[in-house]
């Protein structure tokens, strides 16, 4: 089961899923907090990512190169700003830069795992708290982005 909602495009655009994941709440964040395992589950569909950092602390550094399938890098980096084991983990992350490096999407992720008669309730909501004009298109993507992150997800417990 997948819930979505969003509000309007710009600062303060909320993308908010929820989902099931038959699995125990403690593997589905290891997946999230475990850079070899969060290597491989991702961004959308068809992405790969060759670099993969991920300090699961407070204040740790995240760094992700995703890259498309036509070879085109995006580059991912954030600060963890808080984690509580098993249950929550909140991100705050920078993408979509232009040419100058200016990143052009800034947003605040909040990740809550919650265990549940046959897995785990996982509720992800990503709040955009910059926008840049350059970075529309993908601010744009940013639902279907997110969906298709999460249905890798589903891929990465089953395994």
Request: glycine fraction near 10%; aromatic fraction near 8%; hydrophobic fraction near 40%.
């Amino acid at each position: 089961m997948q819930t979505a909602t969003k509000t309007e495009l710009g600062v303060g655009f909320t993308v908010t899923f929820t989902r099931h994941f038959s699995a125990p709440r403690d593997l589905v964040f290891k997946l999230w907090t475990d850079p070899a395992h969060l290597a491989k589950w991702w961004g959308p569909a068809g992405f790969t990512n060759p670099v993969c950092e991920f300090d699961a602390r407070a204040g740790g550094h995240i760094y992700i190169d995703m890259r498309a399938p036509d070879g085109t890098v995006y580059p991912m980096e954030g600060t963890v700003e808080e984690i509580l084991p098993p249950e929550r983990l909140v991100l705050r992350c920078t993408c979509c830069g232009d040419d100058s490096g200016e990143p052009g999407i800034e947003s605040i992720t909040t990740v809550t795992f919650e265990t549940e008669p046959g897995g785990t309730r996982l509720v992800v909501e990503a709040r955009v708290t910059k926008a840049e004009a350059f970075a529309a298109d993908a601010l744009a993507g940013m639902e279907q982005g997110w969906s298709e992150t999460l249905d890798r997800l589903a891929d990465a417990v089953k395994q």
